[in-house]
């Protein structure tokens, strides 16, 4: 099984940055898409960025310019720069991956345990 650990979440003033990572581990043969989501109290989780295993990039239209997702094959770890923060950002960040066990086998959601982002105005 996969396990994903994120870190870099915290307390930011507005206009302010954060990064944060998030690293695979486990037995598996392959990453397809791995990127972050995000859940705001009272809200459903949404996706922020995800980034293929080609490097096709997609963002949240909110956090375009602002947030820029890498990532490091070589080491199956994603980071998320999140710059020019506002407080509407303030959520828990999640780590997902979409994991193959096999080379042909179906794609599985994986889930880190979640990173807590405030930003304060």
């Known amino acids: 099984q996969v396990r994903l650990v994120e870190s870099g979440g915290g307390l930011v003033q507005a206009g302010g940055s954060l990064r944060l990572s998030c690293a695979a581990s486990?037995?598996?043969?392959?990453?397809?898409?791995i990127g972050w989501y995000r859940q705001a109290p009272g809200e459903e989780r949404e996706l922020v960025a995800t980034i293929s295993s080609g490097g096709s990039r997609n963002y949240k239209d909110s956090v375009k310019g602002r947030f820029t997702i890498s990532r490091d094959y070589d080491k199956n770890m994603v980071q998320l720069q999140m710059n020019s923060l506002e407080p509407e950002d303030t959520a828990v960040y999640y780590c997902?991956?979409?994991?193959?066990?096999?080379?042909?086998?179906?794609?599985?959601?994986?889930w880190g345990q979640g990173t807590q982002v405030t930003v304060s105005s």
């Open positions: 997902n991956a979409k994991v193959r066990y096999r080379r042909w086998s179906s794609v599985y959601d994986a």
């Open positions: 486990g037995s598996f043969f392959s990453l397809d898409d």
